[in-house]
Each structure stands twice: as C-alpha cells, then as structure tokens.
C-alpha cells in the first residue's frame, strides 16, 4: 500500500511539473525582446477597466509605439559569431579528451549564427511589420469617430525618429490606419508623411540622446548594472556545465540567453539555445533582463524619465488644442485629430514611468516626491516591473481624449497600455480620468521641470551620485550572492 501511495504521489508531481514545463510558453518571457501579440492581451492583475460613460466620445488621441520586431544589430550579430566560435572550440576539446556527448544537445554541434555573414542588422522585420500595420487597422476600428475625415497632415500626424526601424513601423501603422482609404494598387492604398527630426535635436523622441546628464550617468552605470547580474549568470553558468558537460564561460550563458531570445522572438524556436535552460532559469535571465530596464531605463533614478518632459508636454498641448478646437466648434478638417510616434524603447519606457505606469502601492507618491524605490523583487516573487508587458516590440501607450458633454468633468482622458485601459495611480487607480485632475496630479509634477536644466546642468546631487549610488549597489550585490536581509533599495540609481 505506502508502495503504490508513493508511486501515485510521484506521478502526479511528475506531470504537475512536466504540466507546468508545457504551459510555460518562453516567447512571453524574454523582457523587451518579446513579440508583441504575445504579451499585449496579458491582464493588468485582474485589474476591471472602466465603462466609458454614455454620451462620451473620443475626440483625440496620442500614440507613443516602440517600433515592431526587428533583427539584430551588427554588434549583437558579431556576438553570436564568438559564441559559435567558442562553442565549436569546446566541442573540439571534449573529442580530443574522449568526453561523451550524450549530454550535449545535437543542434551544438557544428552550429552556426543564424544571422552568420550578414552585413547589416537592426532593420524591422515582417512580423514587425504586421505588427504595426495590424494594431493601426485594429486602432481604426476602435475609434471611427477619429479615423472618418479624409486624411492630411495636419489632421493626422505621424512622427518617427530618424532610425530606419522606426519610420518603417510608422509606414506599416499607416498602412494599416489608411487601408482602402486611397486608389493606390489593389489594397486602395494612399500616400501619407512621416515626419523626424534630426537624431542631434530630437528631444520629443530621442530625448536620451540629447541628454548628456542621462548619457553621463548610463555610462558610469552599466557596469555596475553588469555586476548586478554576474551571481545570476555564474549560477546558472555551474549548472549549464554540469548538464551538458561543455565548460561554458560566463560570456557564453549571457550569449546563449540572447540567442534564445534572438531564436523565440524572430524564428519561432524554442527548443533550441531556449531549451538549455530550466524554467526557473528563464525566469531569473529574464528577472536581470527587467533590471537593467529598470535602471537604466525606468524608475531606478528619475532623470531616466524625468528627461522625457518634451514628450509629456507635447502630448499635454495637443490635448489642450483639442479641447480648445471641441469649445470653439470648429468645423470637421479643420483641426487635429491624432498625434501618432513611433520610437524605441528608450522612449516607450520613460513615457510609461512618467504616467506612474507599474509602480507597487504607495510608489507613486515616492515618485512624486523624488523618493528611491526598491528594485523589482527577484522570481518566484511576483513583481508588476517585466520588460516583456512594459515595452514589448510594438508596445505602446495611447491617450484617448473623450468628451463627456453630460458629465461634471466634460473633458477626460483614457490612458491604454498595449491596447488595453491600464490603471494610473495619480488619479487613484482609475484608468478614466478628468483631464484636469490628470493634468494636475500626473502631468504637472513633471512639467516643473526644464529639459535643458536636467540634462545639461551639473547640480552637486548628480555630481555626488556615483558613490552613493555605488554603494547601494554594492548592498544589492551582496545581497545577490550571500542572501543578506538588508533591504537592497537604492537612492535614485
């Protein structure tokens, strides 16, 4: 009887786990390389949006897009001819020392880069393409009321940085917003403009270009950022070699993860450099992958979003012009409907923390007050921080502007993360605002800011920050490799 009992009990712990193995889809967790149809319908915590009142409708809107899926750029392709080169050196080593290879997957020997010979790299790609071209027929459909006038410039505009991925996805979004609007070929295409600005002056999307503060500060940042996620890498580099027999180095397990990322997110395969690590071990490269987001990019120091104030001021304007356009009742084509970018990462992710997007709690008001937050937790604690949610290929956030003629607030805004309305918690968790409630309490606290004084300014708190922002680093490193209890939050990383 305790025989059978144990040999029913094991079973069912097998396939629970081999259950879980199954489910767990890796394409969804590879941080900011993940593909946008993947992750843009995963719920915001069983978060219920609001009911739009009756009587509302959207009388503007401003988009703020990552451009679509696209290849690897030619410094990450050279990375991944070392590793098959490295690679094939180990392989070498283990036949001239007799090692068995039963342990060594077959798709590693003798593999080559994907991406081996080619000479450019970073371009967008078909599915990015799709992406784009599929989310602007998807945003026409969503709102008629904005997409019903005969298109001009000055009705509908679309902007893109100077960055060939970025236009292109901006070319597939219109595409796909004007379909059957034109007489061009047999899609009844039409022509549209995309409009940049030079890569040296543009504020309004490349702002972190232009920042030398920021560029400052990431450059003194990355390598404590590295050493962050070296116990991460050395663990899982231990296990790699004892799995597959293969003395693989910390570099390989870095470029290991970014070709699974490359593989899942671009080709489909998963069960090739993907299949080398355990689910636990996805979710902890993932983890350093959200980190590095996180700190360089989001809420780990304010100046990462804080430079972003052209950008929120912008969308802020053309809101104000809306309302002023809806008062004065201007005649239909005569005003702006749609204010549509197209960008990067770098620009999706600071956008995302000055609305207050994917903060824990009460962090909102630590960020209104210029307060360090913690980093987000480490797997298997949940955390609401995941690249592959905040700025997938394609992610987005879109500001609907309503009008609510029946109500006390005529005027509201709506904000919507990767299509879907996504709570704010400057205006109490709701995801349907006043517009001046929104101006007010999300905007505003910004907007005291000047561009030129955060990035070009050498205050003494920026001057000072390396050491102590390295000793906060420091704690957190420790806190990796030991397990100390210390709290590991940082001041404005």
């Known amino acids: 009887m305790q025989v059978n009992w144990l040999l029913l009990v094991s079973s069912f712990l097998f396939l629970h786990a081999n259950a879980e193995e199954v489910a767990f889809d890796v394409r969804r967790h590879l941080s900011t390389v993940t593909r946008y149809g993947l992750v843009k319908d995963v719920a915001s915590n069983g978060f219920v949006p609001s009911e739009i009142p009756q009587g509302c409708t959207a009388i503007h809107v401003n988009l703020v897009a990552r451009h679509g899926t696209r290849s690897p750029t030619k410094k990450r392709m050279r990375e991944l001819d070392r590793l098959a080169a490295h690679v094939g050196e180990l392989i070498r080593d283990a036949e001239e020392q007799n090692l068995s290879f039963e342990q060594v997957p077959v798709w590693l020997r003798g593999w080559n880069s994907p991406w081996r010979g080619k000479l450019k790299g970073g371009e967008l790609i078909t599915k990015g393409e799709d992406e784009l071209y599929d989310l602007g027929i998807r945003v026409r459909v969503r709102f008629p009321q904005l997409f019903n006038e005969d298109y001009h410039p000055d009705i509908y505009v679309l902007k893109a940085t100077q960055v060939p991925r970025a236009s292109s996805s901006a070319v597939a979004f219109g595409m796909g917003l004007f379909s059957g609007k034109g007489t061009l070929g047999p899609g009844n295409h039409r022509a549209f403009a995309v409009t940049s600005e030079s890569r040296a002056s543009d504020i309004m999307l490349r702002f972190y270009d232009c920042c030398e503060n920021y560029k400052d500060f990431r450059k003194k940042q990355e390598p404590a950022v590295d050493k962050l996620k070296e116990p991460i890498l050395d663990e899982i580099t231990v296990s790699l070699v004892n799995r597959y027999g293969l003395n693989f180095t910390r ?80 005649p239909p084509g005569s005003y702006e409907k749609a204010r549509l970018r197209f960008a990067h990462a770098e620009t999706v992710v600071p956008f995302s923390c000055l609305l207050g997007l994917f903060l824990e709690r009460s962090e909102f008001q630590q960020i209104q007050r210029e307060e360090s937050l913690d980093l987000p937790p480490k797997p298997p604690q949940t955390r609401n921080w995941r690249g592959s949610t905040v700025a997938p290929f394609g992610g987005n956030n879109m500001l609907v502007l309503y009008n609510c003629p029946n109500s006390s607030s005529p005027y509201s805004v709506q904000v919507l993360h990767n299509e879907h309305p996504i709570p704010m918690p400057g205006c109490g968790g709701a995801d349907f605002c006043p517009f001046e409630v929104f101006k007010k309490m999300v905007a505003t606290p910004h907007l005291k800011h000047d561009y030129n004084v955060i990035c070009n300014s050498k205050p003494e708190a920026i001057e000072h920050w390396s050491v102590r922002g390295y000793s906060k680093l420091s704690a957190f490193f420790r806190w990796l490799l030991w397990g100390d209890d210390t709290n590991p939050g940082r001041d404005e990383l």
């Open 251 to 330: 570099q390989d397990t870095a470029s290991l993860w970014f070709l699974c990322k490359q593989e899942a997110s671009l080709l489909d395969i998963t069960d090739q450099a993907c299949g080398l690590f355990n689910v636990n071990e996805v979710a902890l490269l993932e983890w350093t992958d959200d980190l590095e987001v996180f700190i360089l990019k989001g809420y780990g120091k304010s100046l990462n979003y804080r430079m972003g104030v052209p950008l929120l001021k912008d969308v802020i304007e053309s809101m104000v012009e809306a309302i002023k356009a809806r008062e004065e009742k201007l």
